[in-house]
T-cell receptor, first 110, second 113 residues
Framework: EDKVVQSPLSLVVHEGDTVTLNCSYE??????LLWYKQEKKAPTFLFML????IEKKSGRLSSILDKKELFSILNITATQTGDSAVYLC??????????FGKGITLSVRP | GAGVSQTPSNKVTEKGKYVELRCDPI?????LYWYRQSLGQGPEFLIY????????DSGLPNDRFFAVRPEGSVSTLKIQRTERGDSAVYLC???????????FGAGTRLSVL
């Protein structure tokens, strides 16, 4: 059975801090890993990663994949209160089977 | 429409009743997914449509759950004989194909009393 484990499950930081969110996986025939941000109900897309070692960047957010050690990290620098959300990791495996982790709840305090 | 639309946004029903949840995907998206999300959990895959056919229904928990997409656009998730354990947010997403970015609707919060 495919597994996606995110850590920590929750964290609280202050504005301006840098955070690192982790996603490790065990899937058959890995195809891609996606990060989403879920603020109220609808998850919104952040990054799609398919190749090891290539950093994807969007503003203060960046992400990288390690296919040898089977994990990805999502970094957020200079956090703002608007970054408070649940961050979801999703992995596509064999036959494009899609599995989400439980999510990481990030709270950014002013 | 501009995004994925799900109706109703909230549904309260009694144990044993039948419910239908509707998803209207982004125009032109051939792939459509249903997920169920319980409090504190990530979305749990239920079913995936490519066009009109259910290409993967391995996530449906039991035969009380059924979904259709008769014209390859709007989809309806149907739950028979609802149970309290069915209470959750049901999310729908669409994409251009299975390996691409998914665009999610705001979900339907189902409460079974």
């Amino acid at each position: 059975e495919d597994k996606v484990v995110q850590s920590p499950l929750s964290l609280v930081v202050h504005e301006g801090d840098t955070v690192t969110l982790n996603c490790s996986y065990e899937v058959t025939n890995f195809r891609s890993l996606l990060w989403y941000k879920q603020e109220k109900k609808a998850p919104t897309f952040l990054f799609m990663l398919t190749s090891s070692g290539i950093e994807k960047k969007s503003g203060r957010l960046s992400s990288i994949l390690d296919k040898k050690e089977l994990f990805s990290i999502l970094n957020i620098t200079a956090t703002q209160t608007g970054d408070s959300a649940v961050y979801l990791c999703q992995v596509a495996g064999a036959n494009s089977k899609l599995t989400f982790g439980k999510g990481i709840t990030l709270s950014v305090r002013p | 429409g501009a995004g994925v639309s799900q109706t109703p946004s909230n549904k309260v029903t009694e144990k044993g009743k039948y419910v239908e949840l509707r998803c209207d995907p982004i125009s032109g998206h051939t792939a459509l997914y249903w997920y169920r999300q319980s409090l504190g959990q990530g979305p749990e895959f239920l079913i995936y449509f490519q066009g009109t056919g259910a290409a993967d229904d391995s996530g449906l928990p039991n035969d009380r759950f059924f979904a259709v997409r008769p014209e390859g656009s709007v989809s309806t998730l149907k739950i028979q004989r609802t149970e309290r354990g069915d209470s959750a947010v049901y999310l729908c997403a669409s994409s251009t194909d299975r390996e691409n970015i998914q665009y999610f609707g705001a979900g339907t919060r189902l409460s079974v009393l």
